[in-house]
């Protein structure tokens, strides 16, 4: 089984903290990598993707690890509007709609 | 531009019965997925598509049928509905370029089978 795997949380942090999750894949032929983000009772909608010199979005900033097989994104200053689920995705060499894999997610709340 | 719509937001069927779920989407995408979300199973592919006419099995194929005759539309059909499958349906949508991994996903459909 292609696996990716993520802690579920919650993460449970105050407004402007600083907060980090880790995702980790099995299959060593994974190529691509993204963050998506999913509100409680909405639709996945990509947040980043991922880039082995890594990459960052204002507050965000996502990292690739290749030679220990993970993924991670660290969030600054933590706002009340970032409390989602965050979802790793991992696609396979090939490109194939079949080799693109979700992690099961991680909550984070943010509280004021 | 509607992105990808997803139709009915909600749906309560009994076992046993029929029903399918409709997806539409107008950014030309040549890729169409549906995937079924389960509390602590997270996304799971059941069907796709790369095109008019081609259709392949995903992770959790059984008891859902799928065609796609036209590149907007993907209908995933139940034919005789479980109370196992009781989730969250998305469509989902992508170019097929290479480097254009985006997935689209439509806003979902909440399905009860009692």
């Known amino acids: 089984r292609k696996e990716v795997e993520q802690d579920p949380g919650p993460f449970n942090v105050p407004e402007g903290a600083t907060v980090a999750f880790n995702c980790t894949y099995s299959?060593?032929?994974?190529?691509?990598f993204f963050w998506y983000r999913q509100d409680c009772r909405k639709e996945p909608k990509l947040l980043m993707s991922?880039?082995?010199s890594g990459n960052e979005d204002g507050r965000f900033t996502a990292q690739l690890n290749r030679a220990s097989q993970y993924i991670s994104l660290l969030i600054r200053d933590s706002k009340l509007s970032d409390s989602a689920t965050y979802l790793c995705?991992?696609?396979?060499?090939?490109?194939?709609?079949?080799?693109?894999?979700f992690g099961k997610g991680t909550k984070l709340s943010v509280k004021p | 531009n509607a992105g990808v719509t997803q139709t009915p937001k909600f749906q309560v069927l009994k076992t046993g019965q029929s029903m399918t779920l409709q997806c539409a989407q107008d950014?030309?995408?040549?890729?169409m997925s549906w995937y079924r979300q389960d509390p602590g199973m997270g996304l799971r592919l059941i069907h796709y598509?790369?095109?008019?006419?081609?259709?392949d099995q995903g992770e959790v194929p059984n008891g859902y049928n799928v065609s796609r005759s036209t590149t907007e539309d993907f209908p995933l059909r139940l034919l005789s509905a479980a109370p196992s499958q009781t989730s969250v349906y998305f469509c989902?949508?992508?170019?097929?370029?290479?480097?254009?991994?985006?997935?689209?996903f439509g806003p979902g459909t909440r399905l009860t089978v009692l």
């Open positions: 299959n060593s032929a994974s190529q691509s």
């Open positions: 995705v991992v696609i396979l060499a090939g490109g194939s709609q079949g080799n693109l894999i």
């Open positions: 989902a949508t992508k170019k097929r370029e290479v480097g254009t991994d985006t997935q689209y």
């Open positions: 991922v880039y082995s």
């Open positions: 598509s790369v095109g008019a006419g081609i259709t």
């Open positions: 950014m030309n995408h040549e890729y």
